[in-house]
């Protein structure tokens, strides 16, 4: 105990006040690391939630004295690690989150005696709606869903009857994209769900405010086939560019290329019709032959006609007359030929393409520099003419109808980082991969101190102290202007040959006990110097014997 007095007596005040700063700044270090490592971990409760279900869930965890933390404004809620599973069914229960919309649940707190026709009805219209609501956010890109039902009420003694319509406004997770098939789902989805609605009704929207599918009024009017052929064109118009833009962002990034089409097409139904005939097809068909022969006799001087003339005895008419022959014979023969005849009946329905325009443009490169400046290069011509054909592959590009591309780089101007799904590594959010690594880096800081300065201050104390061979010299030093003890010659020259009596090595036999005796008065006048000659000698001798 002593030792260390005179140790901590021996660095100094300057010294002692730099190592009891550096000890305190370590412990209180490590009692705050100690702290965060052992309290809760706070793992994600609920995330991107309305503010109405956010307002419900922290009424709940203050009425059960449960730490929580808010992130992105709010839509995301952290709690204990060993509370998440608890609250979620409880919540649950509850019917917490209802996704800012309300389902039939709101009949359950309703009082239907002092409850109106004209509350019930609303009230029904607003659960259907919520449940609409909930229905199509279970579709995994859709992150929000608002349905819009206007359900007209039949007035009585009317013969019109008002169809119903409804409109849907979609939020899509990120940069996902709902497919025609998808969007007529959610249409028929809506429709099926609500009475005398049909698909034609429905409007969808997305949140950027692109028109997913349009409704019409009149089905069978001319003003209904030119919202369809408009409806129709704005679809191949989407669905090119959507091809485009899916395309090159696997290549330039995400949101660095934007594609604009122009479509003309032709929604008459044309009939043709076409006979082709071939001359040297010929082929006969049928033959028709006719013959014809006749003879004719002529009696010069017929005698009239009396009673002789028709007796049967030819003698007793008259003397018989000269008569002439006559022959004719006729041949007709008919051939039939049928030539070759090639009948071609063409429909061809509305819809058909007849020019596209495409302006597909692209972002430049961007980099950052040693000093943090943002930089823009353009790309390549080789990289510009290899986007272009990739474009006109995927498109199906025609010159000949006259199709048009324009693939053009400029810089972007900077927006807002869209909100993206947080991806997994290794099992972790984001959020837990942050609190991992500020555990880490707040570790690696720790150790740095204690090996940067702890140990450097330490060392530099213990080195500006006087070192054994110092202090002995500087004892026997102090010794020597002492003034001579009186005795015999030969004390006084024992006692001039004091350096080599110390040598322990070099003692034999036994030692006087006036020697040990000045041993001890210096050891008492200056005790410091003393110790730290015995420190040195025992260090010396355990590396001797090691």
Do not use: C
């Amino acid at each position: 105990m002593e030792e260390l007095t005179q140790t901590i007596r021996n660095l100094g005040p300057t010294r002692l006040a730099i190592i009891g700063g550096v000890v305190l700044t370590l412990i209180g270090f490590l009692i705050f690391l100690t702290t965060r490592l052992s309290s809760d971990n706070m793992e994600l409760l609920y995330s991107e939630l309305e503010n109405q279900d956010s307002q419900r869930i922290i009424q709940v965890l203050n009425t059960r004295k449960i730490p929580y933390e808010l992130n992105g404004n709010g839509s995301q809620i952290l709690v204990p690690s060993a509370e998440v599973l608890k609250l979620r069914l409880e919540l649950a229960n509850q019917g917490i989150p209802s996704g800012g919309a309300i389902g039939y649940e709101v009949f359950d707190d309703s009082e239907s005696l002092g409850t109106t026709n004209f509350m019930q009805n609303v009230n029904l219209v607003r659960a259907l709606e919520g449940e609409l609501s909930r229905t199509i956010q279970s579709i995994n890109s859709v992150r929000a869903a608002r349905v819009h039902l206007v359900m007209p009420k039949r007035e009585l003694f009317s013969r019109k009857t008002q169809e119903p319509s409804a409109s849907i406004v979609l939020r899509m997770q990120g940069a996902s994209r709902l497919t025609a098939d998808q969007v007529a789902a959610v249409s028929h989805l809506v429709a099926s769900a609500v009475p005398s609605l049909t698909p034609n009704r429905i409007s969808i929207i997305d949140d950027k405010g692109k028109l997913l599918a349009g409704g019409f009024e009149d089905i069978d009017g001319a003003a209904s086939f030119a919202n369809k052929a408009d409806e129709r064109t704005r679809m191949i118009e989407n669905r090119i560019a959507d091809t485009i833009e899916e395309l090159l962002e696997k290549t330039v990034g995400f949101g660095k290329v934007q594609a604009k089409v122009t479509a003309t097409a032709s929604y008459d139904r044309v009939s043709k019709q076409t006979e082709a005939y071939d001359p040297d097809g010929q082929v006969v068909r049928s033959t028709q032959t006719i013959e014809e022969q006749e003879r004719a006799k002529d009696t010069e001087g017929t005698p009239p006609v009396s009673v002789g003339t028709n007796l049967p005895d030819p003698n007793l008419g008259g003397a018989e007359n000269a008569t002439a022959e006559q022959n004719r014979n006729r041949t007709e023969e008919t051939v039939n030929y049928e030539i070759t005849k090639t009948t071609t009946n063409e429909v061809r329905e509305g819809g058909q393409i007849q020019r596209l325009s495409i302006a597909v443009l692209v972002d430049q490169v961007k980099s950052i520099n040693e000093d943090g400046t943002i930089t823009y290069e353009p790309r390549s011509d080789d990289e510009m003419n290899l986007l272009s054909s990739l474009v006109q592959g995927a498109i199906g590009f025609d010159s000949k109808r006259g199709d048009t591309l324009e693939v053009v780089q400029m810089r972007f101007a900077d927006f807002d980082d869209l909100d993206e799904m947080e991806p997994l590594l290794f099992g972790l959010t984001k959020a837990e991969l942050m609190q991992l690594a500020k555990y880490m880096v707040l570790a690696i800081v720790a150790i740095l101190i204690i090996l940067l300065v702890v140990r450097p201050l330490i060392s530099r104390a213990f080195e500006n102290l006087p070192s054994a061979e110092e202090a002995a010299e500087r004892l026997l030093a102090e010794q020597a202007g002492a003034p001579a003890l009186t005795g015999p010659e030969l004390e006084l020259e024992e006692e001039e040959g004091f350096d080599e009596l110390i040598d322990i090595e070099r003692v034999e036999g036994r030692v006087k006990a006036s020697t040990l005796q000045q041993i001890a008065d210096i050891i008492d006048n200056h005790p410091e110097e003393a110790l730290f000659v015995v420190r040195e000698w025992m260090t010396e001798d355990a590396q001797q014997q090691t």
